[in-house]
């Protein structure tokens, strides 16, 4: 098991920028893919952004290509969300997950671990 706490969530303004960190404990995180899900109030989980274990592949939810970015620090055991050009529909709760085997995946249930979540508001 890897145990994940995420961090750096916040109330921020419309365009204005966020970065969210998610330090990981436990099994060797340079051998997991890692994802990023948000889940707004009312509504389910969504992927937002996933990265391979090197760092060399990314892949983005279409409604923050080109806003967000995802990268990690396998020195440090930790995975960012740098969010910029935030907008209030970004509303949610952020979390990040691990994945032991394969390439991110925009299916949450393929995650094997998960975070307790970071709460980012934007106000308009």
């Known amino acids: 098991q890897v145990q994940l706490v995420e961090s750096g969530g916040g109330l921020v303004q419309a365009g204005g920028s966020l970065r969210l960190s998610c330090a990981a ?48 620090d396998n020195a440090k055991n930790t995975v960012y969300l740098q969010m910029n050009m935030l907008k209030p529909e970004d509303t949610a709760v952020y979390y990040c997950a691990a994945k032991m085997k394969g390439l991110p995946s925009s299916n949450g249930d393929e995650y094997d671990d998960w975070g307790r979540g970071t709460l980012v508001t934007v106000s308009s």
């Open 25 to 72: 404990s436990g099994r060797t995180f340079s051998n997991e893919a890692m994802g990023w899900f948000h889940q707004a109030p009312g509504k389910g989980r969504e992927f937002v952004a996933g990265i391979n274990w090197s760092g060399r592949y990314t892949y983005y939810a279409d409604s923050v290509k080109g806003r967000f970015t995802i990268s990690r």
